[in-house]
C-alpha cells in the first residue's frame, strides 16, 4: 500500500494519534515566518 503524507497523518489522527501541525510553504521568507507560527523543532 502506498499513501502519500497527507493521507497517513490524516489516518492517524483519525485514530486518536497525535499529529503534528505543518504547513507546505514556497519561499524560505513564508518558512521562517510559518516556523515562528508553528515553533520549533521544524523539519
Known amino acids: 500500500m ?3 503524507e497527507y493521507q497517513g497523518k490524516r ?3 483519525a485514530a486518536g ?13 513564508a518558512g521562517r ?5 508553528l515553533g520549533v523543532p521544524v523539519v
Do not use: C, I, K, N
Request: hydrophobic share 40%; proline share 8%; charged share 15%.
Open 11 to 13: 489516518l492517524f489522527a
Open 17 to 29: 494519534l497525535p499529529v503534528p501541525e505543518g504547513a507546505r510553504v514556497t519561499s524560505s521568507h
Open 2 to 4: 502506498d499513501l502519500y
Open 33 to 37: 515566518r510559518m516556523a515562528g507560527q
